[in-house]
């Protein structure tokens, strides 16, 4: 079946460091790909989101790009700040089952003063 | 447009028991979906409601039911609590297809003793 795998954190940085957090999918279709952020106590909050192969999504300086040949969807920054500190899941939902989402484990970033 | 909300925010049942939770998606989306998340577990699936039609259901027992009404509000019930059953119980909403973005509620807490 599907899968997502991510990197484990927890990922400790410093302020204006830059950040990437790997992420790769196991899909047999071809499916949407998403970042989402949980701050402590809160819900999830979609980041950013690639519909399909070599789109690029990107919000808030986090950048994200689809890649199908490496079946891959890294998330980056240039420059992170103390409020970057959050768990960061990929996600992946395929258009044949619906509004499923499946979610790599999760990857916690710390990032200090 | 309100967000998603989600009741009772946190609730503490013993093991035997039954509890429902309750998700009001956002106005105009006719699809919520159902998520546990713990900290061994991660972010899964427990099911997808479309007009009140049940379209896609994870790997949970049949403890764990839900419902959607015509207004699009949906709950879960879990019967016979048990203790591994404690997670926060996210709801999510989206107007319909696997490519729109899922709106999250703040979950429901939910401890079993």
């Known amino acids: ?113 | 447009k309100a967000g998603v909300t989600q009741t009772p925010r946190y609730l503490i049942k013993t093991r035997g028991q039954q509890v429902t939770l309750s998700c009001s998606p956002i106005s105009g989306h006719r699809s919520v979906s159902w998520y546990q998340q713990t900290p061994g577990q991660g972010l899964q699936f427990l099911f997808e409601y479309f007009s009140e039609t049940q379209r896609n259901k994870g790997n949970f027992p049949g403890r764990f039911s839900g419902r959607q009404f015509s207004n699009s509000r949906s709950e879960m019930n879990v019967s016979t609590l048990e203790l591994g059953d404690s997670a926060l119980y996210l709801c999510a909403s989206t107007e319909d297809s696997a490519y729109n973005e899922q709106f999250f509620g703040p979950g429901t807490r939910l401890t079993v003793l």
């Open chain 1, 1 to 113: 079946g599907d899968s997502v795998t991510q990197m484990e954190g927890p990922v400790t940085l410093s302020e204006e460091a830059f950040l990437t957090i790997n992420c790769t999918y196991t899909a047999t279709g071809y499916p949407s790909l998403f970042w989402y952020v949980q701050y402590p106590g809160e819900g999830l909050q979609l980041l950013l989101k690639a519909t399909k192969a070599d789109d690029k999504g990107s919000n808030k300086g986090f950048e994200a790009t689809y890649r199908k040949e490496t079946t891959s969807f890294h998330l980056e920054k240039g420059s992170v700040q103390v409020s970057d500190s959050a768990v960061y899941f990929c996600a992946l939902s395929d258009r044949n089952q619906g509004g499923k989402l499946i979610f790599g484990q999760g990857t916690e970033l710390s990032v200090k003063p």
